[in-house]
């Protein structure tokens, strides 16, 4: 929290202009850094949230995004671009029915307005009011005749009411308004395959290939014609064109390892169906495939295994016994062939006379079609249905990702004692209040001090010796040998401050961030690494009674050193606590955020990134991207 002085000296209009320049040139990090000064000094305002809004939603965090519009219809409900805002924030956020009441509201001051007739009609079709939504697109249409999505909604609808024929006569009717853009070609395309006019389909898709040739989606669907009339070395053509612009494309390499190996090409199909199981370890029918392949090419152990996977899974599956038998003929392993040999006879019998199985089977969950019936049949993506929502265009920041949590709370030398937000908690734990330390977040890399900086340091050390205070003499001697990576004498000076003054909060810190510094470099050494952990926590357990358990990064180095030890929920009970104590602390949001993703809570993850992009740790707005793909 700013000082009262400080936040008086602010200048609200001048800083929230910067911030809108910030926005102007898509600079969303440092809009959300202005924006944060106007709302922590002015927080009765309302526009700063909806402009810190619109750089959350730009930064694809459209969790924090929608809470900021919340705060700013909370202040002024009357700001009809605030509800178009949110509509779009609460699409992203799968919740249709308030962004259909979100647009009602624009449309409420703005009955014209277009984009909320379109995007609440696309809500209304995926809440299945079809009816209500098809006269937003009429509306729509009547508005602005050459609307070519309102088209493209119009043929979905009819779609949906299982109305093949109209939906073709709409997308026929795009097709005479427009030739040029490769949305209606392949709405068109698609529309062929379902009535299994392949050529036309064909045609369709090689004029939106013409209008986008790096969009990988046209080439898919192309191929699946292509296949449809025995054209493959076209189709695998194709999928070789998908996977040049995306090379993880899942069914792209299923569905080429399908035509590989149906022209022969045997090791090349093999290649694509490894790279599926190693997507997908439960793909029945890519392992089934790559069984069948590996029998073909005399790999009759791959053969074997894979096939024992299967049967495990799929004990009736007598196929895959009779297969197996061949293989392990082929390896002279007679016993283990002929005992599968006669269960398929038993099972043969079984069949004839009607007896059924008591084996149970076990349902296999995969991406692909589950039954071992349909291993030669092409597979498509997860939704095929090219999706029609709108978004509000905006680069998004381009930002390396990083998994790794933030590290540990610890001392560093302070060139400036208003500079650092821990300063003020330093102050606090420092009876003395001669340290001239600062607390920072541990990092892979630690800046170099500058000379003139030791040189300042080593008059403080002279002086503190010759006083009573040795104890902090040894803590900022530890924290110099830290900062120049010496850890063993650190560790020493650390071990002497906390003997001279067990009472010492700086000096019981140091001691525990040196032995969690000590952990990480001996990360192979499994062993040694265990009870350098274990002495941080103990340490981290002597700053909670220090600080009579009210010291927010207390809570916090706790929560990481359990974190490293693999007791996540101790962990996460400790960032409970850290940020009850301190709600600002936003290293601990972070952390936070990474363990509740391991465990599967995705929403709340999300929340906790958002927070802590918003309070500065701004990689968590790349993190919250990459953990939605």
């Not at 750089?55 to 519009?69: M, R, S, T, V």
């Not at 300063?423 to 000379?451: F, G, K, T």
Request: aromatic share 10%.
């Amino acid at each position: 929290m700013l000082p009262l002085a400080l936040l008086a000296q602010i200048n609200t209009e001048q800083v929230t202009l910067m911030g809108r320049h910030a926005l102007y040139f898509d600079d969303y990090l440092t809009a959300i850094r202005y924006f944060n000064k106007v709302i922590e000094t002015k927080p009765y305002l309302d526009k700063p949230y909806y402009y810190r809004a619109y750089a959350k939603f730009n930064l694809e965090d459209f969790l924090g995004a929608e809470a900021d519009c919340d705060k700013c219809l909370e202040r002024n409900p009357y700001l009809t671009e605030v509800y178009q805002l949110r509509g779009l924030c609460r699409i992203h956020n799968k919740d249709m029915k308030g962004a259909a009441a979100d647009y009602a509201a624009v449309l409420k001051d703005e009955p014209t307005e277009q984009t909320a007739l379109y995007n609440r009609a696309l809500c209304l079709m995926e809440e299945e009011a079809y009816a209500e939504a098809e006269a937003d697109i009429v509306q729509l249409m009547k508005l602005a005749p050459l609307h070519t999505r309102a088209y493209m909604v119009r043929s979905q609808l009819c779609l949906q009411r299982a109305d093949t024929l109209g939906a073709i006569a709409w997308a026929d009717s795009l097709l005479t308004i427009t030739q040029r853009e490769a949305g209606a070609w392949s709405l068109r395309g698609r529309l062929a395959l379902a009535v299994d006019e392949y050529e036309m389909a064909d045609t369709c898709f090689t004029q939106a290939v013409d209008l986008e040739p790096t969009w990988g989606e046209h080439y898919m669907m192309r191929a699946q014609a292509r296949h449809a009339v025995n054209r493959y070395d076209e189709a695998i053509a194709d999928y070789n064109r998908v996977l040049s612009y995306i090379p993880h494309h899942f069914v792209a390499h299923y569905n080429r390892g399908l035509l590989l190996a149906t022209v022969g090409r045997d090791n090349e199909a093999i290649e694509d169906f490894n790279y599926v199981l190693a997507e997908e370890p439960t793909n029945t029918l890519a392992r089934y495939n790559r069984a069948l392949l590996m029998e073909r090419t005399g790999n009759f152990q791959t053969a074997v295994s894979d096939l024992t996977l299967l049967i495990k899974d799929f004990p009736n599956f007598i196929y895959g016994y009779m297969l197996r038998a061949e293989c392990l003929r082929r390896l002279g392993d007679e016993r283990a062939a002929k005992r599968d040999e006669a269960f398929v006879q038993r099972a043969g019998l079984d069949l004839r006379f009607g007896k059924q199985s008591a084996a149970p089977v076990k349902k296999v969950i995969t991406r692909t079609e589950k039954s071992l019936e349909n291993y030669q049949q092409l597979v498509e993506e997860e939704d095929t249905v090219h999706t029609l929502l709108n978004e509000l265009i905006g680069r998004v920041q381009n930002l390396q990702t990083e998994r790794e949590p933030m590290g540990l709370i610890k001392l560093q030398l302070a060139e400036s004692a208003q500079s650092e937000y821990f300063h003020s908690e330093v102050a606090r734990i420092n009876a003395h209040r001669v340290l001239p330390l600062r607390l920072v977040v541990s990092v892979q890399s630690v800046p170099q001090v500058a000379p003139s900086l030791y040189e300042r340091m080593a008059e403080q050390l002279y002086t503190l010796l010759e006083g009573p205070t040795l104890a902090d003499a040894l803590v900022l001697r530890s924290v110099i040998q830290s900062q120049r990576y010496n850890f063993s004498d650190a560790l020493d000076d650390a071990k002497g401050a906390v003997m001279t003054d067990s009472t010492s909060v700086c000096a019981v810190l140091q001691r525990c961030s040196v032995n969690w510094q000590l952990a990480q470099a001996d990360a192979g050494d499994k062993p040694a690494r265990r009870i350098l952990l274990a002495t941080a926590e103990n340490d981290a357990n002597l700053l909670l009674g220090l600080t009579n358990k009210e010291w927010a990064p207390a809570y916090y180095n706790r929560a990481v050193i359990y974190a490293l030890q693999g007791r996540r929920s101790e962990a996460l009970a400790d960032y409970d606590a850290a940020l009850r104590l301190d709600p600002l602390l936003a290293p601990a949001y972070f952390n936070r955020a990474l363990l509740k993703y391991d465990e599967a809570l995705y929403d709340e993850a999300e929340a906790d990134l958002s927070r802590a992009g918003e309070l500065g740790i701004y990689k968590a707005y790349s993190l919250l991207k990459a953990l939605k793909q």
